[in-house]
């Protein structure tokens, strides 16, 4: 499992692991409202359906904390089977809209289930009362993620910079002097085919739950998949040298001053005696304006694909 969290609105406390689940405590800020949030991930073997139900009954009845339970339960197939774990735990289900199943393959007679879901306990629903739970585009999976929206209003608008992208380079070679321009054209024209791509895929998918698809309409999804899948390479190089600049490494020269500092040791900052003083002759190199030759050198030897500033240009470029 992979989970994220958004740390300047929820904070992570204790963090518990079981063979089938992982469940997070956590506070959010604004409402200062403590929870847990579990995932699940069902087997989907028959023969060890009863440990997961065993471990799932334990893990409810022990908690006192709302919670939220969602992920893929592979085994919760049946009204009857979701009745009975709902039941046992006082859990209800939140509704499901824009999809009726939520896992489908990819073979020429399609298979449809409902594997995902998003149980939330009586106080949870309570603190959450307008809560829905979306189906998006599942794009290239197999399961088809779904959206919580938790009903409080709040909307997220980050503003966002430029920055250059690697995967521009070949198309930017005789564009330099345009490079702003083209990239936003880019850009718009990228969210577009892919907007564009997914609505097809999502229309298809939507479609073969209900009927099966003709030659031609196979023959169309397996080309969009492919393109979609492209595009998120494409995407996926952009946001890893997004990362890159953005994070330090825990071996840079420059965290062992603030390391003291994070472990609460106080640093004097009129104490000068112990740190070596840099001379008049050096102050004279330092202060002089950087040569073209000194400029050449530093950039020749940056490694392949770094950037040496936020605006993510990297060596290449240059």
Known sequence: MLVGFNLATLDVGSIEEGDFFVRFK????????ISNLIFIYGPAQEDHKQKFLTELAHLSSKETLPMLIGDD???MRGPQEKSKVIDAYNLRELDLSGRQFTWANNLAHQTFEKLDRVL???EWETKYPKATVQAVTREISDHTPLFLNSGDGDSISPHSDFKFEL????KIR?????LRGWAKNVGGAYKKEKKVLLDK???????????QLDYNELNLKHALHERVTQLLREEEIKWYQRDKVKNLLEG???????HPVANDVVLDGNRLDDIPQVSPQENVLLSAPFTVEEVR?????MEHNKAPRPDGFPSEFY
């Open 26 to 33: 956590i506070r959010c800020k604004k409402e200062d409202f």
């Open 73 to 75: 339960f592979n085994i």
């Open 120 to 122: 939330v306990t009586t």
């Open 167 to 170: 995967g521009w380079q070949a």
């Open 174 to 178: 005789r564009l330099r002097q345009h």
């Open 201 to 211: 895929l999502d229309e298809l998918d939507k479609k073969s739950e209900h009927t």
């Open 252 to 258: 840079d020269a420059n965290t062992k001053f603030f």
């Open 297 to 301: 050198s530093a950039i020749f030897q």
